[in-house]
């Protein structure tokens, strides 16, 4: 309750809690009552570039200048979103992974769907999921632990969270799907790479509970396939495709050069 003193630069710290949605910065004012301090606009901080808020701090997570504006706020998203696989011949058993970060945590029980995963051709049923990590999924309520819900006729998979999953944390899973024989669209041999999108709906905040109706969801966005990884193909012992087989050396097939884009899911 001390006066001030002239020409003294005085800071004030105090906290607040972001909204959910996503907004610009607001224009803030400034006033003072009991002295003639008529509400002024403040100056805005838009040259400081905030750390880096994420878990190993990945590129993804860096903030630029003009972020450190106040109440400048992003929108829920998933900052990563990378999608690959690890079998890219017809009717073979193929390892799809999917690596996620969000920029607001994933609460316990909310979904992750991972959908437009055309081809796959696994009946629709629970089936396993292996995270990289300790990541807790379930099929849904009350069902084993690291399983999904596959949906063969949506070609979709949803997940749900059964341990929260802070904001800027990495997370991985994978699952197994088999490919098709052939493009039911065309009838000819394969696919192009469909289109795979992820989303995240039923997620509560500290301010919103999704048992109450006030759920928060990451809207549908497409992920980014690996189109760095080069598989090895051919036969066992063949030196211009390498030493490991994808098929059985025995299997009739026509092995072709392998490309990047070949790790795109369904490719």
């Known amino acids: 309750q001390s006066r001030t003193t002239v020409d003294t630069e005085y800071v004030l710290e105090f906290e607040v809690r972001n909204p959910v949605a996503a907004q610009n910065s607001p224009a803030i004012v400034v006033s003072a009552s009991g002295i003639p301090f008529g509400a002024t606009l403040v100056n805005k901080d838009l040259t400081t570039v905030l750390t880096n808020p994420c878990t190993d701090s990945p590129l993804v997570c860096e903030f630029d200048e003009g972020d450190a504006a106040p109440l400048l706020v992003y929108g829920p998203t998933f900052l990563q979103k990378d999608v ?147 598989f090895v193909y051919g036969s066992l012992g063949t030196w211009l495709y390498g030493q490991d087989a994808h098929y059985d050396p025995s299997a009739l097939v026509t092995y072709g050069v392998p490309e990047q884009g070949d790790a795109y899911p369904f490719n």
């Open 84 to 230: 690959s696989q690890s079998m890219p011949y017809p009717l073979k058993q193929n390892t799809i992974t999917v690596t996620l970060l969000s920029n607001i945590p994933l609460s316990e029980g909310s979904l992750v769907t991972i959908s437009n995963l055309k081809g796959g051709q696994t009946p629709t049923d629970a089936i396993t999921i292996t995270p990289e990590n300790n990541e807790n999924f379930q099929s849904g309520v009350g069902a084993a632990t690291n399983t999904g819900s596959w949906d063969y006729d949506a070609k979709k998979l949803t997940v749900r969270v059964g341990t929260e999953i802070s904001a800027g944390t990495k997370f991985a899973f994978s699952f197994v799907l088999e490919n098709p024989a052939q493009n039911d669209e065309t009838e000819t041999c394969g696919y192009e790479y469909p289109n795979v999108c992820v989303r995240a709906s039923r997620i509560s905040t500290p301010c919103l509970d999704c048992t109450q109706g006030q759920c928060v969801t990451l809207a549908r966005q497409a992920m980014d396939p690996d189109f760095a990884q080069i």
